[in-house]
């Protein structure tokens, strides 16, 4: 249910085509942002520009909308010879207008209206700087952007209003951010707008929309978020060349959850769905990434909602960008969701609005997409308790929901709970994974682990290359004082659950994840690579000593400062402070091969699904067992692309600290060196492998593993 998917043309022309339904209705059911810039500022300018629009009203999408107000030669002269002020005048026009309504504009301006007073409609003025220049600004440029960061631009002779886009005849030239030979085109009318918005086009002034004619528009907004029933075509808008109401297309969304022709289950994802419901709607999915975790939860929401009429579905992920793969997620099983996080402004009304329709039967399916944050946050928190009684929960990386203060902020007037993670035990938290399980349920039948994965067809094969890595002397004097430590920390507290024992295990993985002869080892792997792409470099949150400057810098600077500028390997940095208009931008770039290298840290280990990865450098190796897995599970999404994957996967080989702390390092070495035997187990080279570690065992006295 985006841009892309659709079939668009690269002109459409009012003698062959119906642009509102082959074009403007099915982009707008897809876009979450809406830029235009037209001409007349027009009652009937307005209510043509407004069809099409209920659904980016659904998903709380935006609009920026640009027009010239129209001014007689007599109001131009006023101003000119300073008779009037120009803002009365502006603001006199513009009320004019507002009050020129018949029924069908008034119906469509109430979707505007709604838009407005959910501040997710701005209006701007284009007027001359030059008063004695009577015309207008007649620039006809529209830009939707969708959840994936498509983007569709169109210019041409069409006009907002009545008889531009139904009697007269117009065309418009359409071009597409996917499609090879628009990029240039794109970027041009992107920065166009942009300017323009922000007052930056010679000759022309941008003013903001006068208090005056925003209250008489609001007077339009209806006391309800306008409904599809509501948006059907009258009779008379009929005729001509619009006949199609967008609230009867075909492919347009449903707005209840139905499950796709084109899906087919795997066995595993049936049998946990048949387990969930024996379970009385309670319990917990442990499968591997890239399993199908998320299918299989809207698919139990389809099945609710054949059986029992489920009326809402909330899902909690932890992260912002996950926020946005649920969205994609739900519109192909038919859903436009509301996304709650971030500004609460943007989205609480709409949600009190939905809420209120919904358990009032006005509605017949409601679908919030939030996050760990904003759901302990009071605007969300406030919104619970009118959520209506068959109404699922869903928490995604359920992990993070164990929590203290994220496991209290849960809803436990919701009954039907699903939890999804491939890892859903807490590292060194047994209270937490104990109430996540209490609240979601337990973890049911089949346990799908990345074996059943990869033999299933649900991951790809891989090669697993083992790099071990040693410390350097200034990093073996503090792990040594580090592991004489944790010995203590065991020896007092008797067990690895204790607060100080914690801190000084992840002081040892930040020590291990950024050690100093891993860049050197990076250099050795990429020197026969440079002509690769779709690689990543998963990195730890540690720091590296930088020979040139002797400063202390993120390991992740170091990598991209390696491959860029040492070694000429194009590559874009992917951590929590990157904003989601450039991850989706980097992302889409890595998947079509434009940008060959991805250097990212944590925050790809929660669910961000870039499946045209095809090799890894894997230089942090968490010892969260979660982590672990996660980070190796991501590079074995499939992809048609892909046949199999490369993983380079950097091992630290502890040194030899004499006799006293040999025992220590055997038992956090047992665990760490556990999962990457495992690992190696399940690749194509297993035998390869297995014999890069077995020096690590054998020194170690680990040989049983």
């Known amino acids: 249910m985006n841009l892309k998917n659709l079939d668009l043309r690269n002109q459409y022309r009012s003698d062959r085509h119906n642009l509102l339904e082959d074009f403007y209705i099915p982009c707008l059911e897809r876009s979450l942002t809406y830029d235009r810039a037209v001409g007349f500022f027009s009652s009937t300018s307005l209510a043509a520009a407004a069809k099409g629009i209920t659904a980016l009203t659904r998903v709380g999408g935006r609009m920026r909308l640009i027009a010239s107000p129209h001014l007689s030669p007599e109001d131009a002269d006023?101003?000119?010879?300073?008779?009037?002020?120009?803002?009365?005048?502006?603001?006199?026009?513009?009320?004019?207008?507002?009050?020129?309504?018949?029924?069908?504009?008034?119906?469509?301006?109430?979707?505007l209206a709604w838009l407005?007073?959910?501040?997710?409609?701005?209006?701007?003025?284009?007027?001359?700087?030059?008063?004695?220049?009577?015309?207008?600004?007649?620039?006809?440029?529209?830009?939707?952007?969708?959840?994936?960061?498509?983007?569709?631009?169109?210019?041409?002779?069409?006009?907002?209003?009545?008889?531009?886009?139904?009697?007269?005849?117009?065309?418009?030239?359409?071009?597409?951010?996917?499609?090879?030979?628009?990029?240039?085109?794109?970027?041009?009318?992107?920065?166009?707008?942009?300017?323009?918005?922000?007052?930056?086009?010679?000759?022309?002034?941008?003013?903001?929309f006068p208090e005056a004619a925003r209250?008489?528009?609001?007077?339009?907004?209806?006391?309800?978020?306008?409904m599809m029933e509501q948006t059907k075509i009258k009779s008379r808008e009929a005729q001509g060349n619009y006949s199609v109401s967008a609230s009867v297309r075909s492919d347009s969304p449903s707005f209840y959850p139905i499950t796709p022709a084109w899906l087919c289950l795997r066995p595993y994802q049936q049998q946990a769905i048949a387990n969930w419901f024996v379970n009385q709607g309670r319990g917990t999915l442990k499968m591997a990434t890239g399993s199908g975790k998320t299918i299989t939860a809207l698919a139990i929401t389809a099945e609710l909602y054949q059986k029992i009429q489920l009326q809402a579905l909330l899902v909690v992920c932890p992260y912002r960008?996950?926020?946005?793969?649920?969205?994609?997620?739900?519109?192909?099983?038919?859903?436009?969701?509301?996304?709650?996080?971030?500004?609460?402004?943007?989205?609480?009304?709409?949600?009190?609005?939905?809420?209120?329709?919904?358990?009032?039967?006005?509605?017949?399916?409601?679908?919030?997409?939030?996050?760990?944050?904003?759901?302990?946050?009071?605007?969300?928190?406030?919104?619970?308790?009118?959520?209506?009684?068959?109404?699922?929960?869903?928490?995604?990386?359920?992990?993070?929901?164990?929590?203290?203060?994220?496991?209290a902020s849960l809803p436990r007037s919701i009954g039907l709970r699903l939890g999804l993670s491939a890892t859903p035990e807490r590292y060194f938290d047994d209270r937490g994974t104990q109430a996540l399980f209490d609240y979601f349920g337990a973890v049911l039948e089949p346990e799908f682990t990345l074996r059943n994965a990869i033999q299933q067809g649900a991951l790809v094969h891989y090669l697993y290359y083992p790099i071990l890595v040693e410390l350097t002397e200034p990093e073996i004097e503090t792990y040594a004082d580090l592991t004489s430590k944790i010995g203590r920390a065991i020896a007092i507290g008797g067990d690895e659950d204790n607060d100080s024992l914690t801190a000084l295990l992840m002081q040892r993985a930040r020590l291990i994840g950024a050690a100093a002869n891993k860049l050197e080892a990076l250099r050795e792997i990429m020197r026969s690579r440079l002509d690769t792409t779709h690689t990543l470099f998963y990195c730890g949150d540690g720091s590296v000593e930088d020979d040139l400057s002797e400063e202390s810098q993120r390991q992740l600077e170091a990598v991209a400062q390696i491959l860029g500028k040492e070694m000429g390997f194009g590559v874009a940095t992917y951590t929590a402070e990157t904003t989601l208009e450039e991850r989706e931008d980097v992302r889409r770039q890595f998947e079509l091969g434009e940008l060959p290298g991805l250097v990212a840290i944590r925050c790809l280990d929660e669910g961000v699904d870039i499946p045209a990865i095809q090799t890894a450098v894997i230089l942090a190796s968490s010892g969260n067992p979660r982590q672990f897995v996660q980070r190796r599970g991501r590079i074995l999404r499939s992809h048609p692309d892909k046949q199999r994957a490369t993983l380079f996967d950097m091992i630290v080989l502890p040194p030899d600290l004499g006799r006293e702390t040999l025992e220590i390092e055997r038992n956090l070495l047992r665990k760490e060196l556990r999962r990457f035997i495992e690992f190696a187990d399940l690749a194509d080279n297993a035998g390869e492998a297995r014999v890069k570690l077995l020096a690590l065992q054998d020194r170690y006295g680990l040989l049983d593993l």
């Open 116 to 208: 407005l007073s959910k501040e997710l409609l701005e209006i701007k003025l284009a007027v001359h700087q030059d008063p004695h220049q009577r015309g207008i600004y007649h620039e006809k440029l529209g830009i939707l952007k969708d959840v994936d960061g498509n983007v569709v631009v169109f210019t041409g002779s069409a006009n907002e209003s009545a008889s531009g886009l139904i009697d007269n005849f117009e065309c418009v030239d359409v071009f597409r951010s996917w499609r090879s030979g628009d990029d240039d085109r794109i970027h041009e009318k992107l920065e166009n707008f942009q300017r323009l918005w922000q007052n930056q086009t010679p000759t022309l002034e941008i003013l903001e």
């Open 321 to 407: 960008h996950l926020v946005k793969q649920w969205a994609r997620e739900c519109q192909k099983f038919g859903l436009v969701p509301v996304l709650a996080f971030e500004n609460v402004r943007s989205w609480q009304g709409l949600l009190a609005t939905q809420l209120y329709n919904v358990r009032s039967g006005h509605q017949p399916f409601l679908t919030v997409i939030t996050t760990n944050a904003t759901l302990m946050s009071p605007g969300l928190q406030s919104q619970l308790p009118f959520f209506p009684k068959k109404t699922l929960i869903v928490g995604d990386e359920a992990h993070n929901l164990g929590a203290q203060k994220l496991e």
């Open 215 to 226: 209250r008489s528009l609001l007077q339009l907004c209806p006391a309800q978020f306008p």
């Open 78 to 111: 006023a101003i000119a010879q300073g008779l009037k002020q120009r803002e009365a005048v502006i603001t006199t026009v513009l009320l004019h207008e507002l009050e020129q309504l018949d029924e069908l504009a008034s119906d469509r301006l109430s979707y």
